[in-house]
């Protein structure tokens, strides 16, 4: 169970490496076991970030929290200057790990935040504390921010009621 692997993470605190083990598929055995590994690390002359190891690839929470991702938005919006937006969770780890396709995507997003309390868990124990910003929670105010700067929003959807749904909700 991945509370049972987080709370033997929980013993290792003050470590700069974490190791999360995902048990998944436990009668396959330890050698099965996935590792994701959590780093502390501040690059020269940047804000702390919290890098996430998928063997040789690194993935960076690079904004801590909602305000801030909303304020980088704002600024690139303000600018006409455009962004990719990951929000990571442990779904997501899982598959950043497993598939190198998926990584090579999640490494072109220009912000990502955390969408998930394990993540946000993680960074905790890595003396990185980042917020929880879960993806739905920034639909609403992305769409606001857009409209602030009179930037157009598009809208992907199954239907076209479900489209119109969404732009009259917007």
């Avoid at 700067?149 to 009259?168: D, F, K, N, P």
Wanted: net charge negative; glycine share 8%; with cysteine.
């Amino acid at each position: 169970e991945k509370s049972t692997s987080l709370s033997r993470l929980a013993k290792m605190k003050g470590a700069e490496t974490f190791h999360f083990h995902s048990e998944d598929d436990s009668s396959a055995g330890p050698a099965a076991q996935e590792q994701i590994i959590c780093d502390r690390n501040t690059p020269e002359g940047k804000e702390t970030a919290l890098d996430f190891r998928f063997g040789s690839d690194r993935l960076t929470i690079t904004h801590p929290d909602f305000s801030a991702a909303l304020a980088e938005v704002d600024r690139r919006l303000a600018v006409r200057e455009g962004f990719a937006l990951a929000t990571l969770n442990l779904d997501h780890m899982v598959k950043l790990h497993r598939e190198p396709s998926f990584r090579a995507v999640y490494g072109r997003q220009d912000i990502v935040v955390a969408d998930g309390n394990p993540v946000v868990w993680l960074s905790r124990l890595a003396g990185q504390p980042v917020g929880l910003v879960p993806g739905a929670d920034l639909v609403v105010p992305l769409a606001r921010v857009a409209a602030r700067q009179g930037v157009r929003v598009a809208l992907v959807g199954s239907t076209a009621e479900a489209l119109e749904a969404a732009a009259t909700a917007l």
